[in-house]
């Protein structure tokens, strides 16, 4: 009676973390799919007055690691306050992320800096360059989006996904006999 109550609650944890996963694999393929379609067409992603960028340097170690997924909020520059990670955009279409050390005017213009340098940067960002304030980041998730959004990325996805769905359905199979 023990053995058949402790099989039945593990074909239940099973069930439940197959549907987590599938639900995990669904929202991972539609994020995916949105980056790659607004890249497509010229925009920069983003959800819900949220953009999302991958971080390419190492200025804002240890804060903030080369390689993370950084998610900003679209703010006013009146809104930044001085220790805010802020991102803007910098010299033609790159996207810089540094601190505010300063903000002047009511967000008129910030004075920044990267966590990892010794001295605040030459120019003053303008407000109206102001894309927002950063609100969460995840270490290295940044370098697999970038992957996923090249062909190679696509495939591999596909086969990833592919496979797994073959082993599921194989392992479903091999308990329900």
Known sequence: ??????????SKSNKIGDILYYVLMIVMVCMIIFIIQ??????EPGIVGHRL???DSGSMSPTIKQGALIIVQQVEPSEIKVGDIISYYGNGTSVVTHRAREVISNGESFTTRGDA???DDALQVDGSKLIGKVVFHIGLIGYILKFLGTAYGVVGLIAILTV?????KIKSKAVSK
């Open 1 to 10: 009676m023990i053995a058949k109550k402790t099989t039945r609650q593990k």
């Open 38 to 43: 607004t890249k497509a067409m010229g925009n």
């Open 53 to 55: 960028y991958t971080v």
């Open 117 to 119: 340098n010794d001295s």
């Open 164 to 168: 797994s769905l073959i082993i599921s």
